[in-house]
């Protein structure tokens, strides 16, 4: 049975919280983009974005230049974030809830990082996307979340003139803005739970299709010779900075930026139908496992606490779960092995080592011939990326290997160099594929 508990490591940051009350202990915030790019940040882009409120968070936090979502499309990341764990062993695999609800649904008997939070004294909040089944049975409220505000996933969601599930109750919104509507709910979450611990999860849904944004703002970024299409993702991300930075002032002005860590990532990597834009020339897209689909912005900053700077050990999200129960000094034992570790002697500025990690996606039910990887270290074998549509049958692509520690643009296949440690990642990719699929299809 996995045990987590807070690691001597670590004890030092953690005195207080190790032996305090519920209401000592810190506040957490994580906040989730959609579809939204390393790249996106105008910090790194020359300034092609707005996105001052984001560059600052990131200015103030320990930035993880390795961080890894659990996979390359929405849904099955969110799975593997709430639970630590891969996504295919919560059956969270696929992405339309319409089409593969017996796909899209986490299992049962999953235990999510707010069933935790919430047995340990916290209040718990979900505002914005949920996308982890739909029928009643798998509502947040019924997952952990005391509150909810938002929406099951991605089907028929606009940005004008939406519906919102508030509670169990359908509400429709003609006069507003989604993004702005989500960030004042957020710092309404805050607002009413200030004077007790809280675990808010922010899940926003830009910049995801529909592109849809205020028409003087686009117009602002097609000005400076940005495409449509990229002009009203830029814009999409701008109102989505303003208002992280509402909630970042909130927390200042109730004086809790001391008291809560704040975290910052997106699900997967840019959608290719939204057109180009800058990446960091990091290969492929969502849907793909290349690391333009999985690699992800990580911001972590619990102010007074940490010293701000780039971090370079891979982290994944499987880890967040963990991680900030460990930081929280909170003592758990899971009934479902983490496939997740904690980080937080990391944050402490101690030395982790780093963990083997996998990846697969494709559409329906799983096929591990197609889209799959694994990294250890600087090395990655990949099964190809064939297609974002279903499979008819298995790929008959060769597995390739790259080292990203010379490569990270994923261009040189090293196999022929490398053939014992080619033969040997191949052995464990597949020793991974037959146990996940294996408590995939288990009954829960």
């Known amino acids: ?177 989604l993004t702005d509507d989500l960030s004042e709910r957020a710092v309404n979450f805050v607002r009413r739970n200030q004077d007790r611990p809280f675990f808010l999860h922010l899940a926003h849904y830009a910049p995801h299709r529909p592109l849809q944004a205020p028409e003087d703002l686009v117009a602002s970024y097609e000005r400076k010779g940005l495409p449509t299409k990229t002009a009203t993702i830029y814009a999409m991300i701008e109102i989505m900075d303003r208002g992280i930075g509402e909630l970042l002032d909130e927390l200042d002005r109730l004086q809790l930026a001391e008291k809560t860590i704040v975290l910052f990532a997106s699900d997967n990597g840019p959608d290719p139908l939204t057109g180009e834009r800058f990446n960091r020339d990091l290969r492929g897209t969502k849907y793909e496992i290349y690391e333009g689909g999985i690699r992800v912005p990580l911001l972590m900053r619990w102010s007074g606490q940490w010293d701000a700077g780039e971090q370079s050990r891979l982290v994944h999200f499987a880890d967040l779960m963990p991680t900030l129960i460990d930081l929280c000094g909170i003592t758990y034992e899971s009934k479902n092995p983490l496939d997740g570790v904690s980080f937080a002697g990391v944050l402490n500025g101690d030395d982790q080592p780093e963990p083997v990690r996998y990846w697969q996606w494709n559409r329906g039910v799983p096929n591990y011939s197609h889209n799959a990887a694994m990294r250890d270290g600087s090395w990655k074998l990949v099964r190809p990326f064939v297609s974002r549509n279903e499979l008819k049958g298995d790929s008959t692509e060769r597995p390739v290997l790259y080292n990203l520690l010379d490569d990270p643009g994923e261009t040189n296949d090293v196999s022929a160099r490398q053939p014992e440690r080619y033969r040997q990642m191949q052995r464990q990719l597949e020793e991974w594929t037959k146990s996940i699929e294996k408590d995939r299809t288990r009954q829960p």
């Open 1 to 177: 049975m996995f045990r987590l508990i807070a690691f001597p490591l670590v004890a030092l940051l953690l005195v207080f919280t190790m032996s305090a009350s519920a209401e000592e202990r810190p506040n957490v915030i994580l906040i989730l983009a959609d579809d939204l790019a390393p790249g996106d940040f105008s910090s790194v882009n020359g300034g092609l974005s707005r996105t001052p409120r984001l560059d600052q968070l990131a200015a103030t936090s320990v930035q993880f230049t390795q961080a890894y979502s659990g996979s390359a499309v929405c849904a099955p990341a969110r799975a593997c974030l709430l639970t630590g764990r891969y996504p295919q062993r919560t059956g969270v695999v696929s992405l339309n809830m319409n089409k593969y609800p017996e796909l899209t649904s986490l299992y049962l008997d999953e235990v999510t990082i707010a069933d935790v939070f919430r047995e340990h004294g916290y209040r718990t909040g979900l505002i914005g996307k949920w996308h982890c089944g739909s029928r009643p049975e798998y509502h947040p409220l019924k997952r952990g979340f005391d509150e909810f505000e938002g929406f099951g996933g991605s089907v028929d969601l606009r940005y004008f003139n939406y519906s919102l599930d508030v509670n169990g109750e359908m509400v429709e919104v003609d006069d507003g803005y």
